[in-house]
């Protein structure tokens, strides 16, 4: 779906006003959906879709995934929270998985950041070097 320099500047502005200092406030964000389905603006669809884009991308960059081949211990876990915290600032939603492919290591995606530090990727690495 084409949608027009218009109705990016209009989604834009709403996903501003929607931020907070602590972030994306998802009541807020709900309640401007609610009302632009409403109200019908003229490009509403390209409005409402790209306002949808700017929303889940932001929750992306809010929202860190760390993958690890055993379980993490919750010392660990706190200490991957604090230092993630200092690089992205507070509010990062923290996800901890296992992975058993990566072999040894961790694998942690922030957004589009993605730090590996995996036997995996070490491996991988090796190979296409041959």
Do not use: W
């Not at 019908?40 to 790209?50: A, M, V, Y």
């Not at 509010?91 to 961790?106: C, D, E, I």
């Amino acid at each position: 779906m084409k949608i027009s320099k218009q109705a990016r500047r209009d989604a834009k502005a709403l996903f501003r006003s929607c931020l907070s200092k602590e972030g994306l406030d998802e009541k807020r964000a709900g309640e401007i959906v609610r009302k632009v389905a409403q109200a019908k603006p003229r490009g509403c669809l390209g409005i409402l879709s790209h306002f949808h884009r700017l929303v889940k991308l932001e929750l992306e960059r809010r929202t860190a995934r760390i993958e690890s081949a055993a379980p993490l211990s919750s010392q660990l876990q706190k200490d991957f929270g604090d230092k993630l915290a200092r690089i992205y600032g507070p509010g990062l939603l923290l996800s901890f998985a296992q992975n058993p492919a990566l072999l040894g290591g961790v694998r942690i995606r922030v957004g589009s950041d993605v730090y590996d530090g995996s036997v995996q990727s070490r491996l991988m690495a090796l190979q296409e070097s041959f």
